[in-house]
């Protein structure tokens, strides 16, 4: 609305948006109090429709029969939008969220091991470290050395762009990561943690697991993320595989009155594993119910995942929040199970 007072006269003018043209009314207020009508007339002008916004996924039902799928290309930009248009999950649900965490581990345990032939496995490791011997990779079966690796892993008198100097850039710790019993020994480089396991049968390391970046040690053959928008833990078993996963989403909103972020929207996953090896049922109405998403996990497996109100998600999330307070922060020299090492100590 605009007004405008032009010598003897004040103009009203009103306008609003109709098939892309404007419309205008014209009420003029005259000196004598009357006023004066002009009927509605249109611009020759036309506005072009705005270009559509495009996200990095897309939310549509196919048919009664799919569930809503989300194509993960990048969480991190613009999607917080489109969380705004996902349903509230509903009591059946949460009730079914409740009972598949009820199965989940959360807790934070270091396990020493027992170190009573401790020499014999530093001595092999040793061994790796002067690249005199290979190890074992667990996925393959084959052999490689230290370097061959990833990331590579260089000699203290060398230097390489993509790689990391062994002594300068890492550090050494030992103690039972896969609960078997017998320590591990974990090379820590500044964006990636490697998991080294002694197999005495072979007399060689095996290249057992890879932490990778954003992930921290949660404990025994635990690892846990915050990043972004992103919450991630999963448990390893004895072989090296995932026992269980899950992960959580906190969307976030900027407050431009109050000058901050909040959070628009919680998001909360059906623990990896639960229902693919039956502990729980899933029906088929709750798949059709739930949102998924390929990217994450993997091209062919569809992971659930639902919106939640902020004291469902508080719930649900409690066990991963509560491991994330003692391990943010945490120094693993500062954990009495856990043997810590410079790369000189372990080769004198």
């Known amino acids: 609305m605009v007004v405008l007072s032009l010598g003897l006269g004040v103009y009203l003018i009103t306008g609003s948006l109709y098939n892309n043209q404007i419309e205008m009314s014209v009420l003029t207020a005259n000196v004598d109090g009357t006023h004066n009508s002009e009927e509605p007339e249109l611009c020759t002008e036309t506005i072009p429709p705005e270009e559509p916004t495009e996200y990095p996924y897309s939310h549509e039902t ?72 290979t190890l074992i990779d667990r996925e393959t079966g084959e052999e490689k050395y230290l370097n061959e690796i990833y990331p590579p892993l260089v000699q203290p008198d060398e230097w390489i762009d993509s790689g990391y100097n062994l002594r300068d850039e890492c550090l050494y710790y030992a103690f039972d990561f896969d609960g078997d019993g017998t320590p591990e020994i974990l090379l820590q480089c500044p964006s990636n943690i490697l998991v080294f ?9 095996m290249y057992w697991h890879h932490v990778y970046g954003w992930y921290r040690l949660a404990g025994s053959g635990k690892c846990i993320r915050v990043h972004n928008a992103w919450r991630d833990f999963y448990k390893l078993d004895t072989e090296g595989g995932i026992e269980w996963s899950t992960s959580f989403m906190e969307i976030p909103n900027y407050d431009f009155e109050l000058d901050e972020w909040g959070v628009e929207a919680y998001i909360v996953f059906f623990p990896e594993c639960a229902y693919m090896e039956g502990q729980m049922v899933i029906s088929e109405e709750v798949k059709r119910q739930g949102y998924y998403e390929y990217e994450y996990r993997g091209e062919g497996e569809k992971v659930y995942f639902f919106r939640v109100t902020a004291e469902q998600y508080e719930e649900l999330s409690s066990g991963f929040y509560a491991a994330w307070d003692i391990i943010w922060d945490i120094h693993y020299e500062m954990i009495e199970e856990v043997a810590e090492y410079s790369y000189d100590e372990l080769l004198a």
């Open 62 to 133: 196919e048919s009664s029969d799919e569930s809503r799928h989300i194509e993960i290309d990048n969480w991190f930009t613009d999607y917080s939008y489109k969380y705004k248009e996902m349903q509230y999950a509903d009591a059946e649900i949460v009730e079914l969220l409740r009972e598949s965490y009820r199965h989940l581990d959360f807790s934070v345990e270091f396990k020493k091991g027992d170190f009573s032939n401790f020499d014999i496995i530093v001595e092999e490791f040793r061994r790796l470290l002067k690249m005199e011997d």
């Open 197 to 205: 396991k002694y197999v005495p049968e072979r007399g060689k390391f």
